[in-house]
T-cell receptor, first 114, second 114 residues
Framework: SQTIHQWPATLVQPVGSPLSLECTVE??????LYWYRQAAGRGLQLLFY??????ISSEVPQNLSASRPQDRQFILSSKKLLLSDSGFYLC?????????????FGNGTRLTVT | AQKITQTQPGMFVQEKEAVTLDCTYD???????LFWYKQPSSGEMIFLIY??????QNATEGRYSLNFQKARKSANLVISASQLGDSAMYFC???????????FGDGTTLTVKP
């Protein structure tokens, strides 16, 4: 069966420190991968998506970057965190590369920048 | 650009009663998918139900049904026989194109009263 692993579950980081969040998918190949961020009490905002290894599309300009070094691995990074980077980060995947496929989400990382 | 609007920040329903959560969408693309997700307090995102833009019949999944009115661009979620475990945040989302990217509304917090 297909599973998605996302870690860590919670993270507290000081302003100006680097960030690396990792997400891996098992049980499927060549998935589309996504990073979403959710502010408290709000909906999900798409940050990055990837349709293949090394292919990254950014949806909003910001302090973050993403990489896909392997087919089922998606990494979200920052060189220097800002207070505004705090939020709930969710990794997701889709098979079928179409508008009729639901997203499958990891359990998320709650990031607090202090 | 795609837009999802959920006008009910919070809803209350009595246990065993039915409840309707509103969602309107906006897109110029004729091919799209509409989704509802549930987010309990734990933060995980759970896919509930899907409706395609070309589907003639309303989608149903157990106690969940989607009231799809294409001309009005609405895709309301109906939960029948509410249970205490239905208390959560509910998100309406839309996907267009082949990248599988989804746009989310701001969500509705549903509270089921015993």
């Amino acid at each position: 069966s297909q599973t998605i692993h996302q870690w860590p579950a919670t993270l507290v980081q000081p302003v100006g420190s680097p960030l690396s969040l990792e997400c891996t998918v098992e049980g499927t190949s060549n998935p589309n991968l996504y990073w979403y961020r959710q502010a408290a009490g709000r909906g999900l905002q798409l940050l990055f998506y990837s349709v293949g290894i090394g292919q990254i599309s950014s949806e909003v300009p910001q302090n973050l970057s993403a990489s896909r070094p392997q087919d089922r691995q998606f990494i979200l990074s920052s060189k220097k965190l800002l207070l505004s980077d705090s939020g709930f980060y969710l990794c997701a995947w889709v098979t079928g590369s179409s508008y009729n496929s639901p997203l499958h989400f990891g359990n998320g990382t709650r990031l607090t920048v202090t | 650009a795609q837009k999802i609007t959920q006008t009910q920040p919070g809803m209350f329903v009595q246990e065993k009663e039915a409840v309707t959560l509103d969602c309107t969408y906006d897109t110029s693309d004729p091919s799209y998918g509409l989704f509802w997700y549930k987010q309990p307090s734990s933060g995980e995102m759970i896919f509930l139900i899907y409706q395609g833009s070309y589907d003639q019949q309303n989608a149903t999944e157990g106690r969940y049904s989607l009231n799809f009115q294409k001309a009005r661009k609405s895709a309301n979620l109906v939960i029948s026989a509410s249970q205490l475990g239905d208390s959560a945040m509910y998100f309406c989302a839309m996907s267009v194109g082949n990248a599988g990217k989804s746009t989310f509304g701001d969500g509705t917090t549903l509270t089921v009263k015993p």
